[in-house]
C-alpha cells in the first residue's frame, strides 16, 4: 500500500481529486489534511468518506508537531500539495492568512518530508527513492499577458497581487529544496478551473448561485478581463500524471485553452440557466449582470501555453467547455440549497 498525503482535500480541486486518484489507483491510501476553513467542505467527499483508503484528519499544515507525527504514523512516499488561500479578492483585503498558510505551510511540509524521506543533502533514504512532492500552483504568479502571447514554463515570475504573490514565493522555495537538497519535487501550474463543488465566492459559481437567489451578479469593471478555463476533472487528470511522470524540478503548465472574457462567461452561464430554469417573468438572468469596480491592480489576460505537457506528460485537456459548463450548472441546482444561500451572503465581491 502507497501512502500519499493529500492537503486541502476538503477544497474545490481536492475534493474531484481525492475520488479521482481511488478509483483509479487501488493500492493507494490517501490521506486528507484539512484545516476546514470557509472553503473545505466535507459533505464534498461523502461518496468517498466510508472508503477503506481513505483517512481524513483535521489539522492545519502549519502544525509542525501534526504533519510530523503524520509522516511518522503514515510513512508517505508522496505529497500532492493542494492546501492554500486562494481567493484573489481576500488577499488583497488581508494578506496575513496567504503569507501563513501558502509560505509558511509550503515550507513546513517541504521540511518536514525532507527530513523524513532524506538522509542528507542529494541522498534519499533507500525506502523512499521514488518519494515525490506535488506543488500545485496557479498560472497567476507569472503576471498578465497583453492580448497576444502565451505563458511558458520559462516565463519571469511577476506576481501582481498578495495571493499571486505567495503562491510564486511557496513555488521558490520548492525550487530552492530541489537546488539545495536534491528534494524529489514538480510543480503545475494552471489556468481558472470550473466545474462541481467550487465555494461560490469564485466567478462561474457565483453566477450560477446568484442567478439562482435572483440577487445582483456582479462583475468587475466592464468584464473585459480574460481568463482561461479548464473543467477540474481534466486539472486532476494532468496532477496525477505530474506527480507520477513529471521530471524532478520541471514545471508544467496545465491550461483549458478556452479563453473568454469574464463577462461572456456569465452572458452563457445565464442564458444555460435560462433554458434549464426559466426565471420570472420569462426575464433572462443575464438582466441581473451588474458591473462593480474593478479589482485593484486587476490583471487582464492570463493564458498557458501547454506544449511541454502535451509532449513530455501525454495530457491535454478534454472536456468540452460547454459540455463542462452544464455538468457545472446542473451539480449545482441539484445541490442549491440553504447552505448555499447563506454563502452567497458572505462571500466577498
Same mark, same amino acid.
Given at each position: 500500500?502507497?501512502? %500519499?498525503?493529500?492537503?486541502?482535500?476538503?477544497?474545490?480541486?481536492?475534493? &474531484?481529486?481525492? #475520488?479521482?486518484?481511488?478509483?483509479?489507483?487501488?493500492?493507494?491510501?490517501?490521506?486528507?489534511?484539512?484545516?476546514?476553513?470557509?472553503?473545505?467542505?466535507?459533505?464534498?467527499?461523502?461518496?468517498?468518506?466510508?472508503? /477503506?483508503?481513505?483517512?481524513?484528519?483535521?489539522?492545519? *499544515?502549519?502544525?509542525?508537531?501534526?504533519?510530523?507525527?503524520?509522516?511518522?504514523?503514515?510513512?508517505?512516499?508522496?505529497?500532492? +500539495?493542494?492546501?492554500?488561500?486562494? +481567493?484573489?479578492?481576500?488577499?488583497?483585503?488581508? #494578506?496575513?492568512?496567504?503569507?501563513?498558510?501558502?509560505?509558511?505551510?509550503?515550507?513546513?511540509?517541504?521540511?518536514?518530508?525532507?527530513?523524513?524521506?532524506?538522509?542528507?543533502?542529494?541522498?534519499?533514504?533507500? !525506502?523512499?527513492?521514488?518519494?515525490?512532492?506535488?506543488?500545485?500552483?496557479?498560472?497567476?504568479?507569472?503576471?498578465?499577458?497583453?492580448?497576444?502571447?502565451?505563458?511558458?514554463?520559462?516565463?519571469?515570475?511577476?506576481?501582481?497581487?498578495?495571493?499571486?504573490?505567495?503562491?510564486?514565493?511557496? $513555488?521558490?522555495?520548492?525550487?530552492?529544496?530541489? &537546488?539545495?537538497?536534491?528534494?524529489?519535487?514538480?510543480?503545475?501550474?494552471?489556468? &481558472?478551473?470550473?466545474?462541481?463543488?467550487?465555494?461560490?465566492?469564485?466567478? *462561474?459559481?457565483?453566477? %450560477?448561485?446568484?442567478?439562482?437567489?435572483?440577487?445582483?451578479?456582479?462583475?468587475?469593471?466592464?468584464?473585459?478581463? %480574460?481568463? $482561461?478555463?479548464?473543467?477540474?476533472?481534466? +486539472?486532476?487528470?494532468?496532477?496525477?500524471?505530474?506527480?507520477?511522470?513529471?521530471?524532478?524540478?520541471?514545471?508544467?503548465?496545465?491550461?483549458?485553452? +478556452?479563453?473568454?472574457?469574464?463577462?461572456? %462567461?456569465?452572458?452563457?452561464?445565464?442564458?444555460?440557466?435560462?433554458?434549464?430554469? #426559466? /426565471?420570472?417573468?420569462?426575464?433572462?438572468?443575464?438582466?441581473?449582470?451588474?458591473?462593480?469596480?474593478?479589482?485593484?491592480?486587476? $490583471?487582464?489576460?492570463?493564458?498557458?501555453?501547454?506544449?511541454?505537457?502535451?509532449?513530455?506528460?501525454?495530457?491535454? /485537456?478534454?472536456? !468540452?467547455?460547454?459540455?463542462?459548463?452544464?455538468?457545472?450548472? !446542473?451539480?449545482?441546482?441539484?445541490?442549491?440549497?440553504?447552505?448555499?444561500?447563506?454563502?452567497?451572503?458572505?462571500?466577498?465581491?
Amino acid at each position: 500500500m502507497k501512502n %500519499i498525503l493529500i492537503t486541502g482535500g476538503a477544497g474545490f480541486i481536492g475534493s &474531484n481529486l481525492i #475520488p479521482y486518484l481511488l478509483n483509479k489507483y487501488s493500492d493507494y491510501r490517501l490521506v486528507n489534511l484539512d484545516k476546514l476553513t470557509y472553503s473545505g467542505d466535507l459533505d464534498n467527499l461523502t461518496e468517498v468518506a466510508s472508503h /477503506p483508503n481513505y483517512h481524513f484528519i483535521a489539522g492545519d *499544515i502549519t502544525d509542525r508537531a501534526l504533519v510530523t507525527q503524520l509522516f511518522q504514523q503514515f510513512d508517505f512516499q508522496g505529497v500532492i +500539495h493542494l492546501a492554500a488561500e486562494s +481567493h484573489v479578492d481576500r488577499s488583497i483585503q488581508d #494578506p496575513t492568512l496567504f503569507i501563513k498558510t501558502n509560505i509558511e505551510g509550503t515550507f513546513m511540509l517541504l521540511d518536514v518530508a525532507r527530513l523524513h524521506w532524506m538522509e542528507c543533502p542529494r541522498i534519499c533514504r533507500s !525506502d523512499h527513492q521514488e518519494s515525490r512532492f506535488l506543488q500545485v500552483s496557479t498560472d497567476e504568479v507569472y503576471g498578465s499577458l497583453g492580448a497576444q502571447g502565451f505563458f511558458t514554463e520559462e516565463s519571469p515570475y511577476a506576481p501582481n497581487n498578495p495571493y499571486s504573490a505567495t503562491k510564486a514565493a511557496s $513555488d521558490l522555495l520548492v525550487r530552492s529544496y530541489v &537546488n539545495t537538497y536534491g528534494f524529489q519535487a514538480i510543480t503545475t501550474h494552471s489556468s &481558472n478551473n470550473y466545474g462541481p463543488k467550487q465555494y461560490p465566492e469564485k466567478l *462561474i459559481p457565483r453566477v %450560477i448561485q446568484c442567478a439562482l437567489a435572483q440577487q445582483p451578479i456582479p462583475i468587475h469593471g466592464q468584464g473585459t478581463v %480574460i481568463r $482561461d478555463w479548464l473543467y477540474v476533472l481534466d +486539472h486532476c487528470k494532468g496532477l496525477d500524471l505530474a506527480f507520477h511522470q513529471g521530471k524532478v524540478g520541471e514545471h508544467y503548465n496545465l491550461g483549458g485553452n +478556452h479563453e473568454q472574457p469574464n463577462l461572456q %462567461i456569465a452572458y452563457q452561464v445565464c442564458k444555460l440557466l435560462d433554458k434549464l430554469l #426559466p /426565471p420570472p417573468q420569462k426575464k433572462s438572468y443575464t438582466s441581473l449582470i451588474t458591473f462593480v469596480a474593478d479589482r485593484p491592480g486587476n $490583471d487582464q489576460r492570463y493564458a498557458l501555453d501547454t506544449t511541454k505537457a502535451k509532449n513530455m506528460l501525454g495530457w491535454q /485537456p478534454q472536456e !468540452d467547455f460547454t459540455m463542462g459548463l452544464q455538468q457545472t450548472i !446542473d451539480w449545482y441546482v441539484k445541490n442549491y440549497h440553504q447552505k448555499f444561500r447563506e454563502m452567497i451572503n458572505k462571500v466577498y465581491i
